[in-house]
């Protein structure tokens, strides 16, 4: 087994006396993709912001690559090499699709300070971006003004400014929410594209039982802030744990209940 | 070529590529075209004032940032060159030094206000900058040994600058003197000030500011560190105001709190800024432009027209001339209620319609 590309030890935080995420401890293979699964309250976005950095842990540590990130800010983790989705959309709302993505692709070339040529000048990351819109189908609306977008294309542009950033670990948080049943097949094939072809270690908040069984390696299960089940999909599904845990409805009757 | 000048950011309206023209001609030929001293001096003034509102549109339009201290800035730069000229003598030399220390005095001080300020939200900043600008306006004239307190300071500028200096008789019936250099020289320090910052807000640095304002916590998380970006326009944004003051103060060969410093002034620049388009960089021409011309001419104009309806009850005294400064607020009030997003916003929409 390869050493782990993140990992979580204790991880935990408390907002007053609420433990949030209680103690979690997880390791993540390279290539691996894992779905983190739970009812609503249970911690999995507030373990992704403990991740990325948007909250500061109350205690434990995060390990990317086996270094201890844990004191760093946001953008020092996203240039360590965490990249992250959001789950209500987040975006530049009043600049065009193409200025969203151009924007991530020119954080990574370090030109930000850059103040005397102009941005249409750098031909290289303009044609960066477009490669990306395309990926994602979303070139023809290249010129359109974010906030005029519709769901569905927002939630593209999401997975598209995270593609362009392509962190050594990808965060979704429910990439399909909202998206209508034609759209949702072209972001869940780039996240397959991105495990297969890539092998990109993928994190995976998901709802949807289809998306899980087509995409996961592995399935985590948060419960009250803390790990209740974790392994192959067909086994923790199966798992008794995780029936006992949720009063015997299983695990499909908990992700129909959110 | 044109377009490399404006940083490929084109005027995106036939009617305002017109209006933005109108004003450069008369700008550029102001001494020519409007004889006299108070037209010329209107157009010096609407050079400098688009410089400072255009630095102070690349701090709120683009990144988003309300400060209160632009007007000190504009003050540093403008004592800057008043201090050197007084005690360098006159010339070129002592302008350069003093308002080179005067924007590196400013974008100093904005680097400090920014790092101890800008960490956290950004209502913050904006009560810092209030503080430090009455703390600044304050001191000016009490230390009034160096500053000349409220009165100012009078100085020379260099002798080709001034209306003694003569290099020629007469071109198109106006007088060839030092007075007319003086305005070019305002107008084309304003003319590459103002492409600056064009530029600047064009390039890769002006649309991380863009993001910024758009969206900071996505900003961070694609991996821009935020606070850095914030304090570097703090410190572009002062050093271009003290620019703009160190003009202002070769224009004028006189500066006092009044002129550079006072609350009033920062007041205007927010309207221009409004005016004009928040965001747009035309924006500031056309705010500074409205703004000077209606604060220059307002009164004279109401004179006439309450001459015209002196038959009528209350119309001359609504119109007379002491009632420019209500008028001045209802044109105001009507522009931001008509023109939410000012007039280059407006503009740029109905060519979208």
Request: proline share 3%; charged share 15%; hydrophobic share 50%.
């Amino acid at each position: 087994m390869t050493s782990p590309i993140l990992e979580t030890r204790d991880l935990t935080v408390r907002f007053g006396g609420h433990v949030a995420v209680d103690s979690v401890t997880c390791a993540f293979q390279p290539g691996e993709l894992t779905a983190i699964v739970g009812p609503n309250g249970a911690g999995k976005t507030t373990y992704f912001n403990l991740i990325s950095g948007q909250i500061p842990a109350s205690a434990g540590r995060v390990l990317l690559k086996g270094q201890d990130i844990s004191g760093k800010s946001v953008s020092q983790r996203t240039r360590a090499g965490i990249g992250r989705a959001f789950q209500l959309t987040n975006l530049f709302p009043n600049l065009t699709v193409l200025e969203n993505v151009r924007l991530v692709v020119q954080a990574q070339s370090g030109k930000g300070f850059n103040m005397f040529s102009t941005a249409a000048s750098h031909a290289e990351m303009t044609e960066a971006a477009e490669a990306i819109l395309m990926r994602v189908k979303l070139l023809e609306s290249r010129a359109q003004v974010v906030s005029e977008l519709s769901h569905g294309n927002q939630r593209k542009l999401e997975v598209a400014l995270l593609i362009a950033l392509d962190p050594a670990v990808y965060m979704f948080d429910e990439p399909t929410a909202g998206m209508s049943v034609d759209e949702a097949p072209v972001v869940l094939d780039l996240i397959a594209e991105l495990k297969e072809h890539t092998h990109r270690t993928v994190l995976l908040v998901e709802h949807k039982m289809d998306v899980i069984a087509r995409l996961a390696d592995r399935i985590i299960v948060l419960h009250n802030g803390a790990l209740a089940a974790d392994g192959p999909p067909q086994q923790v599904i199966a798992s008794d744990v995780v029936q006992e845990a949720y009063m015997g409805r299983g695990l499909e009757g908990i992700l129909e209940d959110v | 070529m044109i377009k490399l000048l404006l940083s490929g950011d084109t005027p995106r309206s036939t009617v305002l590529a017109v209006i933005l023209g109108v004003i450069l001609v008369c700008l550029a030929l102001a001494p020519f075209l409007f004889p006299g001293v108070r037209t010329v001096d209107t157009a010096a003034r609407i050079c400098v004032f688009i410089v400072l509102v255009a630095s102070y549109d690349l701090l709120l339009g683009y990144g988003g940032i309300v400060s209160f201290a632009h007007t000190m800035f504009f003050g540093i730069g403008a004592y800057g060159v008043a201090l050197a000229s007084t005690h360098m003598g006159r010339g070129f030399d002592a302008v350069f030094v003093g308002a080179l220390a005067g924007t590196g005095v400013a974008a100093a001080l904005a680097l400090l206000i920014g790092l101890f300020s800008l960490r956290v939200r950004a209502i913050f900043f904006a009560m810092i900058t209030l503080a430090v600008a009455s703390a600044v306006a304050v001191l000016v004239s009490q230390l009034s040994g160096l500053t000349g307190g409220e009165d100012g300071l009078t100085f020379q500028t260099p002798r080709a600058l001034g209306p003694a200096f003569k290099f020629g008789d007469e071109l198109f019936g106006v007088k060839l003197n030092g007075k007319l250099l003086a305005y070019y020289f305002v107008f084309f320090g304003a003319l590459i000030l103002f492409l600056l910052l064009l530029r600047i807000v064009n390039s890769p640095f002006g649309r991380v500011l863009q993001a910024i304002r758009e969206n900071d916590f996505r900003a961070e998380a694609i991996g821009y560190r935020v606070v850095y970006y914030r304090v570097a326009a703090t410190c572009l944004s002062a050093g271009a105001a003290a620019l703009a003051g160190a003009l202002y103060a070769v224009w004028l060969r006189y500066v006092g709190p009044d002129t550079t410093l006072s609350m009033e002034l920062m007041i205007d620049i927010l309207l221009m800024v409004v005016i004009g388009g928040m965001g747009t960089m035309y924006g500031a021409v056309i705010g500074a432009t409205l703004f000077v011309v209606a604060q220059n001419y307002l009164q004279n104009l109401m004179g006439a027209a309450s001459g015209l309806v002196t038959d009528v009850p209350i119309l001359p005294e609504l119109l007379s001339a002491d009632r420019w400064l209500l008028w001045l607020g209802v044109l105001f009030i009507l522009s931001v209620y008509f023109f939410p997003t000012g007039v280059v916003g407006r503009l740029r929409q109905g060519r979208q319609a």
